[in-house]
């Protein structure tokens, strides 16, 4: 089962996508885009309250 995250669905104007099947890994990716790019700390809960099956 793959997930899918975009910047979009949390209200951020970013192009920035990410699917993976390992719900581990899209978060902890996702989590260091938000942090690196948008300097926001969002929690693994909150980042996979976004995703969506694919
Ligand atoms: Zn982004």
């Not at 209200?11 to 390992?22: A, L, N, S, T, V």
């Not at 989590?31 to 976004?50: A, D, F, G, M």
Request: with cysteine; aromatic share 2%; charged share 35%.
């Amino acid at each position: 089962m793959v997930k899918e995250i975009e910047c979009r669905d949390a209200g951020i104007d970013c192009p920035f996508m990410i699917r993976d099947e390992d719900e581990n890994e899209l978060a902890s990716l996702a989590q260091q885009h938000v942090k690196n790019t948008h300097h926001k700390n969002l929690s693994r809960e909150e980042i996979l309250k976004t995703a969506k099956e694919v």
